[in-house]
């Protein structure tokens, strides 16, 4: 039976998620609703403005039923503002804004400067580009996060290589969670994508 994940259509570049699943061969949607949510075996909450989307979340009345639904272990992964939704302890944002709860790690929003100083880098991400073979992630930050803390039960999945912020960590995980402070949809490279979709069939 094919996976059927969702990405949450409220702020972001969704189509391009969405883009990067499907050619990953699964059932790929937009959420907005809380029955689209109780649909999907995955959900992909993508990049965008995490303050946004965390008021967009109540507006729509998917705040506590997504909650709920990573609770039951519903498999998850963020990119940028999608890794800050997923964390549980947040630097640097607003006293409203409120965040899912889902990984053990302490994020700082735009911790690497303002739009002007995105950036590309190639990065080492274990259980991908340690295949033999495999080509280093292009990785592309726009207005990053980076992760402060990790929990014992959290995996670092990738940190940045060089520059001032080298071992910054910018990819992890926790059980049927993965979340990074870059955004792969926007590469063509879809490794990230087909690993969360492992992630969720073996789940």
Do not use: K
Not at 13 to 20: F, T
């Amino acid at each position: 039976m094919t996976a059927h994940i969702g990405v949450l259509a409220l702020q972001g570049d969704v189509r391009e998620h969405l883009a990067a699943l499907s050619a990953c061969g699964v059932d790929a949607s937009p959420v907005r609703r809380r029955a689209e949510l109780d649909d999907i075996d995955g959900l992909v909450i993508p990049g965008g403005e995490s303050t946004a989307m965390s008021r967009l979340l109540g507006v729509f009345d998917l705040y506590d039923p997504l909650v709920e639904r990573l609770r039951e272990g519903l498999p998850a992964y963020g990119s940028c503002a999608g890794m800050i939704m997923l964390a549980s302890r947040i630097l640097d944002t607003r006293a409203d804004a409120r965040h899912l709860d889902a990984l053990d790690i302490t994020v700082r929003r735009n911790a690497f400067g303002r739009q002007v100083e995105s950036f590309e880098t190639d990065l080492s991400f274990t259980g991908i580009t340690d295949a033999p073979g495999a080509d280093p992630m292009r990785a592309v930050f726009i207005r990053a996060p980076w992760v402060e803390e990790v929990g014992g039960d959290v995996e670092v999945l990738a940190t940045v290589p060089d520059g001032p912020a080298a071992g910054r960590v910018v990819a992890v995980r926790e059980r049927n969670v993965l979340a990074t402070s870059f955004h792969p949809e926007v590469t063509g490279d879809v490794r990230v994508h087909q690993f969360f979709v492992d992630m969720v069939r073996s789940a």
